[in-house]
């Protein structure tokens, strides 16, 4: 499985911003997507996950009600919707895939190049 995260760019405070990550591969539908985010000098940290039907999704503490991960298997894409966007959320944004149920970052099997994600004042 390949990953291509997109979207990433230069957003002010309080405003939104959309991410997608294109996946090659037939088997996409089987695997749970994960995005993770790296800020400087930080470690690569959880953001939200969605399992292979979509109909569980997972969130950080510190973007749940702001952020909200979605898939379409079909065009093999996976999607997060950034609202409210705060200063913090200023980081390098990755999409994964794991086929198994650990959704840290040791669990994921597959990683993207990341797609960075700057947030003004």
């Known amino acids: 499985v390949q990953l291509q995260a997109s979207g990433g760019g230069l957003v002010q405070a309080g405003g939104s911003l959309s991410l997608s990550c294109a996946a090659s591969?037939?088997?996409?539908?089987?695997?749970?997507m994960g995005w993770f985010r790296q800020a400087p000098g930080k470690e690569r940290e959880f953001v939200a996950a969605?399992?292979?039907?979509?109909?569980?999704?997972y969130y950080a503490h510190s973007v749940k009600g702001r952020f909200t991960i979605s898939r379409d298997n079909a065009a093999n894409t996976v999607y997060l919707q950034m609202n409210s966007l705060k200063l913090e959320d200023t980081a390098v944004y990755y999409c994964?895939?794991?086929?198994?149920?650990?959704?840290?970052?040791?669990?994921?099997?597959?990683w993207g190049k990341g797609t960075l994600v700057t947030v003004s004042s």
């Open positions: 994964a895939a794991t086929q198994g149920a650990d959704l840290s970052y040791y669990g994921m099997d597959y």
């Open positions: 591969g037939s088997f996409f539908r089987v695997y749970t």
């Open positions: 969605i399992i292979w039907s979509g109909i569980s999704t």
